[in-house]
């Protein structure tokens, strides 16, 4: 066990209880997109002022569509409902840890934080794969806490994949 006072202690992610809300607002969303639609079960909230001004579910087969991730209709939805492309000081809430496209498009848009549920060790833009969202190297540094629900959005991933083979 580590100690108390262990620095990879206190980087672990706080989360309080409007994150979890949000984390469960994202997985409903989830369920949507399996439910209704057949797609793969990813959900996405973006918040603003503690306010939700874009929400997204997978709709890559509905739409035609490979950039049609969660995160990329929310940030989309939002843009339309501020009419801005730009969301400083906003978070992001998804299921899964974001891909390289999505990764980029937070930066893009000045997301300042990312809360995410499971990891994607396939394709993950977080760290597990990609460092994209986690680079020094952007101009605009995006804050990133996973793990939130990670296993009851893991699950609902895992499920769909079994289902379907
Ligand atoms: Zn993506």
Not at 72 to 89: K, V
């Amino acid at each position: 066990m580590l100690p108390p006072d262990s620095p990879l202690l206190s980087a672990a992610p706080v989360f309080d209880d409007a994150d979890r809300a949000w984390m469960a607002r994202a997985l409903e969303l989830a369920a949507h997109a399996r439910d209704a639609e057949g797609e793969v079960p990813v959900g996405a909230v973006l918040v603003l002022d503690g306010a939700m001004v874009g929400e997204g579910w997978n709709r890559n087969i509905t739409l035609n569509d490979p950039t049609a991730h969660a995160e990329i209709q929310a940030l989309r939805a939002a843009g339309q409902a501020l009419s801005n492309y730009r969301f400083p000081g906003a978070t992001l809430y998804v299921t899964l840890e974001p891909c390289a496209m999505c990764a980029m498009a937070m930066v893009h848009a000045r997301v300042a934080r990312v809360v995410f549920g499971a990891t994607d060790p396939k394709t993950g833009a977080a760290g597990s794969v990609f460092d994209t969202l986690v680079s020094p190297r952007h101009n605009h540094r995006v804050a990133v806490a996973g793990g939130l629900q990670a296993e009851a959005a893991g699950d609902m991933l895992r499920a769909f994949f079994r289902a379907r083979r």
